[in-house]
């Protein structure tokens, strides 16, 4: 029989949770990594509880939300009170299958991610072969990150990076590789302007204000730590852009790592593909670096672009 947790471990619980979930939005981390962290941390936390942490609601506002989102079906309210939520969130009792289904659609997931069911959803390895696909990862989490750190790490040709932000590239541990790879091996850095007006409409579809969305300070937290590594290493450069993207590119060596970024989410909720060389896949990516590389190299950009009023340029702090 499952041992009952006491009161006071429930509060240490709750307090545990809600530093992991302040940690996550520091670091930006999708709701989905949350989770995950939540569990490890405290491997008494079944899912569904772990979604309502990850999120920061109390149960009254869990049930309030699920309040809403029957009303806009046009149905009653159900008015599930806090007392058989938590018996849902503890195990002690299984939610109807319309109670599941609304809960999926409250936390944006699917059932067995709640802890009812389980996925057999299978892949089509042949299609994902000839595209090219060696690894994925669901969002930004500990595992990608790390594996982006070891791929920059391995780097013999080059590093080529393009993107919205990724505030990740700041951080002294990733400039520290930076700088090191720098003595053997080039390595670019395109990012968005920060003051150019995609930026600000990028921004307008973010769900919640993100950490980066201020121009200055993602100046001084982000950018100006990769320029001053740029007067110490001539072999380090960064750019400036100022179009929209639809995803981040992260070229290192013969192998491409693809970030999608959506509407109405966080950059970092967005999954990530890697993809090897000699792929039609590969080369579509890589080919959009070539062009960035091409606008990079002239003070006035050839047409069509220069008429659209596109600009790659060399970042420049005082």
Request: glycine residues 6%; negative net charge; aromatic residues 8%.
């Amino acid at each position: 029989m499952k041992q009952k947790i006491t009161g006071a471990r429930r509060r240490e619980i709750d307090r545990a949770a809600k530093e992991i979930l302040l940690e996550s939005l520091r670091r930006g981390l999708a709701t989905e990594e949350t989770v995950d962290r939540i569990r490890q941390a405290l491997p008494e936390v079944l899912p569904l509880e772990a979604w309502r942490f990850a999120h920061g609601w109390t149960r009254s506002e869990v049930s309030a939300r699920l309040d809403m989102l029957y009303a806009s079906d046009g149905l009653a309210p159900p008015g599930i009170d806090q007392a058989t939520l938590c018996r849902w969130e503890h195990g002690e009792r299984r939610p109807s299958d319309e109670r599941i289904e609304y809960l999926c659609r409250l936390y944006r997931t699917r059932p067995d991610r709640l802890g009812f069911g389980v996925d057999h959803s299978p892949a089509d390895v042949d299609h994902l072969q000839r595209t090219g696909i060696i690894d994925a990862f669901p969002y930004t989490c500990t595992e990608s990150e790390d594996d982006l750190v070891q791929r920059l790490k391995a780097a013999r040709e080059r590093i080529n990076m393009f993107g919205l932000t990724r505030n990740f590239y700041g951080r002294d541990e990733v400039l520290s590789v930076f700088e090191e790879k720098t003595e053997t091996v080039p390595v670019q850095i395109f990012v968005m302007d920060p003051y150019c007006d995609s930026r600000r409409d990028r921004y307008r579809i973010e769900p919640a204000e993100a950490a980066m969305e201020d121009p200055e300070r993602y100046v001084r937290e982000v950018l100006r730590p990769l320029y001053e590594v740029t007067l110490r290493r001539p072999n380090l450069k960064i750019f400036l852009y100022n179009f929209p993207c639809s995803y981040a590119i992260e070229e290192i060596d013969d192998v491409c790592r693809i970030m999608l970024y959506g509407h109405g989410k966080r950059g970092t909720q967005g999954p990530i593909i890697t993809f090897s060389g000699n792929t039609s896949a590969h080369a579509h990516f890589t080919d959009q670096i070539r062009w960035l590389e091409r606008l990079a190299r002239t003070e006035t950009p050839p047409e069509p672009w220069a008429s659209k009023g596109i600009s790659v340029r060399p970042l420049i702090l005082e």
